[in-house]
């Protein structure tokens, strides 16, 4: 039985992330507390695969990322002082018959990384690239279908490179906007070089996929993204972020951007500020380098850009980025728009706040119930935030 609070938990499971410092930091704290009230601690995910063994003294077991279906036997059978950090066989890895499902739910397709960017450690902690049964996949879509799920989200490290049997990324979403009825389809994330006009065509034409693309930026310089080893220009990201405009121009496109990466000069980052001019993000995921070992990065270049750069970076980053989310949203005012209500909004308690087909977030007043299609008017723009006006509650002819 789950519980709500740490307090009343007797066995306490960390997931951990190590893709970057201080989300790996936070996750050994929180480990270490519930171990020194007494708890029995699992630590599982990135940060169990990276430590291994050296978590056992702050763990009574370590799973690591493809060895989740081990939690079971532990708790079934009271069995600590474990290591489980093979990467092994994949079957067990895609149990997903969930007994409790949301309105909103993900599904993995794909796990692993062959990339190997010269910053990120996934191919270390998660393992080689490798994409799931195309019929398994649909299963698990169909379930969810069966069980009134209004929402879906595709995961992959880079879901441009499923592929399965033949199937490539464009085909496999073919396949699931004809085989399943989820209202909406999400994928992310998708890796620059490999997003093709075939899959923004598929998009584009279908029924179910959902207009929302995540593409990693990174950096903005082409001298920064070959020492980061993305395999694209500024140019070419640049042109994939016009096509899709140019083909869905109710796309929105989202983006994650780094600052201070070891062979970034101000001219560089300059380049960085460039680009975000010229696409217009929707949203975009704004941070700071960090040195995570064993990348290749860490261990080649020196990390001699002083604090206070990388923080004016990031300040001016975020500063430029706002400026052309603003002026994207004022776009919206006067349309209308479907939304999913998520739930209450946080900032008041007399409105709700639901997402647009292209993922972005919405607030209306009124209390509606999550997971309800809800039609809406665009009034104004609070900060970033774009107010609605209810029209119509919409239903979806789908028998759940």
């Known amino acids: ?136 996949i649909i299963s698990e879509l169909t379930y969810l279908e069966s069980r009134g799920v209004k929402e879906v989200t595709l995961l992959g490290q880079n879901v441009n490179s499923f592929f399965y049997d033949g199937i490539d990324f464009a085909d496999f979403l073919k396949v699931i906007d004809k085989k399943v009825e989820i209202p909406r389809i999400y994928f992310t994330t998708s890796h620059p070089r490999d997003i093709s006009l075939k899959v923004i065509r598929t998009v584009k034409n279908s029924k179910h996929i959902m207009p929302w693309f995540h593409l990693p930026l990174q950096a903005g310089s082409t001298k920064v993204l070959m020492d980061m080893g993305r395999g694209y220009t500024k140019e070419e990201y640049i042109e994939i972020a016009g096509k899709i405009r140019e083909i869905i121009p109710e796309a929105t496109i989202t983006t994650d951007i780094m600052v201070g990466f070891p062979t970034e000069t101000e001219a560089d980052f300059e380049e960085t500020l460039d680009v975000v001019k010229k696409v217009k993000f929707d949203h975009a995921y704004m941070f700071i380098y960090s040195p995570r070992y064993p990348s290749k990065s860490a261990i080649v270049y020196k990390n001699n850009i002083p604090e206070e750069v990388k923080g004016r970076r990031l300040r001016c980053l975020i500063e430029e980025v706002n400026i052309y989310i603003k002026e994207r949203r004022e776009l919206m005012l006067g349309k209308e728009y479907e939304i999913l209500i998520e739930g209450p909004s946080k900032k008041s308690r007399d409105y709700s706040k639901g997402k647009t087909q292209g993922n972005l977030t919405c607030i209306v007043p009124g209390i509606f119930e999550p997971g309800t299609f809800l039609r809406v008017k665009i009034k104004e723009i609070i900060g970033l935030t774009p107010v609605g006006e209810p029209l119509q509650v919409i239903s979806y002819p789908i028998s759940f």
């Open 1 to 136: 039985m789950s519980v709500n609070s740490l307090e009343d938990a007797d066995i306490v499971i960390v997931n951990t992330c190590a893709v970057r410092q201080k989300p790996e930091e936070r996750g050994i704290r929180y480990a270490k507390e519930a171990k020194r009230r007494g708890k029995k601690v699992i630590i599982m995910g990135c940060v169990a695969q990276k430590r291994k063994e050296k978590l056992l003294d702050v763990a009574d077991a370590v799973v690591g990322t493809r060895e989740f279906h081990r939690i079971v036997d532990i708790l079934k059978e009271w069995k600590f002082g474990v290591l489980y950090t093979d990467f092994g066989s994949l079957t067990s890895y895609f149990l997903w018959r969930r007994k409790n499902v949301s309105f909103s739910e993900f599904v993995t397709i794909q796990i692993g990384c062959d990339n190997f960017c010269s910053y990120c450690i996934v191919p270390y902690t998660r393992g080689r690239e490798v994409s799931r049964p195309v019929d398994d």
